[in-house]
C-alpha cells in the first residue's frame, strides 16, 4: 500500500494543484520510483489511497500497466483518513497476509528485496534510518534483538515510512481517522514489532526546500 492521500500542507503552494507523491524527483514522480521498485522486487498488486486531488494521481497511473503492476484506488474523503484510518479502510482490499505500507511522500535507494517475511508473533517490521535536520530526537530505537523499542536520549532512529505490516496490527480498529503512531507505540517492548536500521539514502519530501535540495543531490 502507497500513501498518497495527505494535503501536503507544507509543500504549498506546489501541492495547491498537484497532489505531492506526485512531484517531479530527478525526472519522474515520487509515487512512480516507489511502483517500479516495488515492481522489480515482485510485488503485483499496490493499493493507493486517495483523497487530495486523487484523481490526478489515478488519472497519471491509471490501473499500473505500464508498472507492471495493478494499481487498486482506496478513495478518502476530503481531508483524509490519517495513517491508520486509511489503512484500515483499505484492509478489505489487502487481503489477510502482510503487505508492505510506503509513504508517499519519501525517496530512497531502499530496493524492497531481501528477507522481508514476519516472524511468528510479529505484527509488523519498520524500517528506520539516521535522523534528519527536520527531527533530530527520532522517533524509535531499535533493542539488543531487533525490535521496536522506546527511544531515550541518544539512541533515537527515526521511521523511514517504510515497512511491512500484518493485518492483525489493525484488528478491532474501528473505521475513522486515525494516526499509526499509537498503534506502534503501544507494542513497544513487546517484541512484537521488529525494525532495521537503513543506512542508505532516504529523504522526507517535505517542504519545497528538501524538493529542491534533493533535485540537486540527484543532479537534476
Known amino acids: 500500500m502507497i500513501l498518497a492521500a495527505g494535503r501536503g500542507e507544507r509543500m504549498r503552494p506546489l501541492t495547491d494543484t498537484l497532489p505531492k507523491p506526485m512531484l517531479q524527483v530527478a525526472g519522474k514522480p515520487l509515487i512512480v520510483w516507489h511502483l517500479e521498485k516495488l515492481a522489480a522486487a515482485g510485488v503485483e498488486r499496490v493499493v493507493i489511497n486517495l483523497a487530495h486531488l486523487g484523481h490526478k494521481i489515478e488519472q497519471a497511473l491509471g490501473h499500473g500497466e505500464q508498472f507492471g503492476v495493478t494499481i487498486v484506488y482506496s478513495h478518502e474523503r476530503q481531508g483524509a483518513l490519517e495513517t491508520a484510518g486509511g489503512i484500515v479502510q483499505a484492509l478489505p482490499l489487502l487481503g489477510e497476509q502482510p503487505f508492505w505500507l ?33 527531527n533530530p530526537a527520532g522517533d524509535f530505537a531499535i533493542d539488543n534483538n531487533g525490535y521496536l523499542a522506546a527511544k531515550s536520549q541518544d539512541d533515537g532512529l527515526t521511521y523511514s515510512g517504510i515497512g511491512i505490516y500484518s493485518p492483525q496490527l489493525f484488528a478491532g480498529c474501528p473505521q475513522g481517522r486515525a494516526p499509526l503512531a499509537p498503534l506502534l507505540t503501544a507494542q513497544l517492548d513487546k517484541q512484537t514489532i521488529a525494525a532495521e536500521h537503513f543506512q542508505g539514502q532516504w529523504c522526507d519530501v517535505g517542504t519545497p526546500q528538501r524538493l529542491a535540495e534533493l533535485n540537486k543531490q540527484l543532479e537534476f
Open 102 to 134: 510506503v509513504n508517499g511522500d519519501v525517496w530512497t535507494d531502499w530496493s524492497f528485496t531481501g528477507n522481508q517475511q514476519l516472524k511468528a508473533g510479529e505484527l509488523a517490521k519498520l524500517v528506520l534510518v539516521n535522523n534528519p535536520q527536520h
